[in-house]
């Protein structure tokens, strides 16, 4: 429900959940004065005698607001971590009630803030007022009962996939243990019934699915918006045109990477399975790549392990053989966060957060990061595996804590990342520094097993089967609602238009012949029905390697990129938080080069990142032909 929230009041900053983020939009000053002549020209035609209101009034204005937003958010947010934590009819009919409260004070607010188009505002009050006016990630339109329709629907659509469940050797088998099995098997067959049973969920939301959508247009429409998805992109301090070319100009640097990671693991499937169920030149079949999704392939980083390369490490091991548990595991994950400098959780976290599956009761397991109270009531919400994928997922989620805590001073309007991939990149940028050597220092791995240096190739392909793999999932899931929301794709080809993005961007294929008429595959996975918007990881993918060479230039560090961690690093942690402290009250490229000299983002720290591999993965190659 968090997506209510976030979604229904966005607002910037009835942001209590990170991973469910709404995204204060801001204007960059190039736009600013764009809006302000329309905005002049709209207040010219509103009639002469009518002047705009004062700075005074704006400045009056916002105060309010934030009081009510502030306000309603405490409330909301407590019942929306109730509802994910149990969800049962009554609590989602308490979200859904929120929600629509959540949906109407976001719409009057973004509504009436129009009203001070025509005022030339000091930079801040615009940057608010401008935010303001975006209203939420989706947005109710204003007529009667439309906020309360959409607040239904969508938290309809998460707890039917919270509470996703099919047969499969006569068990009801949930994600958790559908995932195990796509991770773990070898055999094709079984896997293909795993992956179509998971789909079998999601067919019954595609009708409430075309109805949101319907609703949210209308209401993106009314706040100045051709569509949904123009409003999505308006979010990122530029022109929405010019984010889908910089999102194209991102994809174009590491798409050449991609390729040659997709080439070389379609050969070693095409190895293991044979050409009937893997040939060598067509797309891969989504449900080999050992995720639900096929969206990161460290699960079968097995069957791709160079042969003449020592080997990596493998943390799922480690950790079993320690004994460590899932709360032990988190607080190896604060421990980084201490060592750079940052207080300890509170004790709140530890009293509140949810770390392990409950046996008991239904949860929406899907992990997220929580603030409750915008200062210090932080948490964590997540089934926790003992394993290494989520082992990494922890040091993401305190991430986004520790990014909410270093905010918290902000006025509301800027309590979230300085753009939303921020907010998903500083997590990840931490787990980078999980190097042997760390592992080393924390005592998870014997020095006698620390690889050597010709594991290398190791290593960095255990890390591209995450990252790189991930690349082109994290573009197209955006891409695919964009299309949704302009109505390039209708609801008859919701489901076709995916796998034909699956296909342009991934190089993925289903199994089997076809996928069943009524099959609504977009809905199986979890920010499709969760309405959260997917850009942001594609983002944090680039940004979180801009980040990680920016700090280990910092810390003096000389090697190559990949075995450099910043464990201990009392200065790089500083200028983290420096950075996270702006929350989104300046643009992002000022918090971008706050901390890494630069105003763009770039994928030439990530290529710099897995260069080694890539000589490795074209050798490899050579003789194959790659794409598909
Ligand atoms: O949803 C998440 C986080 C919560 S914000 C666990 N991630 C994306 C996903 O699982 O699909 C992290 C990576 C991509
Ligand atoms: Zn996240």
Not at 238 to 262: C, S, T
Not at 526 to 551: C, D, E, S, V
């Amino acid at each position: 429900m968090r997506k209510l929230l976030l979604s229904a009041a966005s607002i910037a900053a009835l942001s209590l959940v990170a991973c469910g983020e709404t995204q204060n939009s801001t204007i960059s000053s190039s736009d600013k004065t764009a809006i302000t002549v329309k905005s002049l020209t709209e207040a010219a035609t509103a009639g002469s005698d009518s002047s705009p209101p004062s700075i005074q009034e704006a400045k009056e204005f916002l105060e309010k607001s934030e009081e009510e937003i502030v306000k309603l958010s405490e409330f909301a947010s407590k019942i929306y971590w109730v509802q994910a934590n149990f969800i049962t009819e009554d609590t989602n009919s308490l979200a859904a009630m929120a929600g629509a409260q959540a949906a109407k004070m976001s719409t009057r607010l973004a509504n009436e803030a129009k009203r001070f188009n025509g005022t030339s505002l000091p930079l801040d009050l615009r940057r608010k007022m401008d935010g303001l006016k975006r209203g939420s990630n989706f947005p109710a339109p204003e007529r009667e009962g439309a906020a309360e329709d959409l607040a239904q629907i969508m938290t309809n659509l998460e707890a039917t996939y919270g509470t996703g469940k099919f047969l499969y050797k006569n068990n009801m088998t949930n994600l958790g243990e559908a995932s195990d099995i796509i991770a773990s098997s070898r055999d094709a067959s079984e896997l293909q019934k795993v992956w179509e049973g998971w789909r079998t969920i999601s067919p019954v939301m595609k009708d409430k699915y075309s109805e949101m959508v319907k609703i949210v247009n209308e209401g993106s429409q009314e706040l100045g918006y051709s569509d949904t998805g123009a409003l999505w992109r308006g979010g990122y301090d530029m022109d929405g045109e010019a984010f889908i070319k910089e999102a194209d100009r991102l994809w174009g640097q590491v798409k050449p990477l991609y390729n040659e990671l997709h080439c070389n693991t379609r050969a070693a499937l095409n190895n293991i399975y044979g050409n009937d169920i893997q040939p060598i030149n067509a797309p891969i079949r989504a449900d080999l790549l050992g995720n639900m999704w096929g969206q990161s392939w460290g699960n079968i980083y097995d069957l791709v392990a160079p042969n003449n390369s020592g080997k990596g490490v493998n943390i799922t091991s480690l950790l079993e053989e320690k004994g460590l548990n899932q709360k032990e595991m988190v607080e190896i994950g604060e421990g980084f966060f201490t060592s750079l400098g940052f207080e300890p959780l509170p004790d709140t976290f530890w009293e509140r957060s949810l770390i392990t599956k409950p046996k008991d009761r239904e949860v929406v397991c899907h992990a997220s990061a929580w603030d409750l109270d915008d200062k210090d009531d932080i948490r964590i919400k997540m089934c926790t595996k003992i394993n290494g994928e989520d082992f990494v997922t922890i040091h993401h989620e305190l991430g986004h804590n520790i990014y909410q805590r270093a905010y918290k001073n902000q006025s509301v309007f800027y309590k979230t990342g300085a753009n939303d991939g921020f907010h998903e990149a500083i997590g990840d940028m931490i787990a980078l520094s999980i190097t042997p050597d760390y592992l080393v220092k924390i005592g998870l791995l014997d020095p006698q097993d620390l690889p050597g240096e010709d594991a290398d190739i190791s290593l960095l392909m255990q890390q591209a089967m995450e990252k790189v793999a991930f690349l082109p999932f994290g573009l197209m899931v955006d891409q695919w609602r964009w299309k949704v929301f302009s109505g390039e794709y209708s609801p008859s080809e919701y489901n076709s238009g995916w796998w034909e993005l699956r296909e342009k961007y991934q190089g993925l294929r289903h199994p089997g012949v076809s996928r069943p008429a009524d099959a609504f595959d977009p809905g199986a996975k979890f920010h499709i029905p969760g309405n959260t918007p997917y850009m942001r990881y594609f983002l944090a993918h680039i940004l979180q390697f801009q980040f990680h060479k920016a700090a280990c230039d910092m810390a003096g560090f000389e090697g190559a990129l990949h075995e450099c961690s910043i464990y201990e690093n009392k200065e790089v942690g500083q200028r983290f938080n420096e950075m996270m402290e702006m929350g989104a009250s300046k643009p992002w490229p000022d918090a971008l080069e706050a901390f890494t000299g630069t105003r763009e983002m770039d994928g030439s720290a990530i290529l710099e990142y897995f260069d080694p591999l890539m000589s490795y993965l074209k050798d490899q190659n050579k003789n194959r032909s790659c794409g598909w």
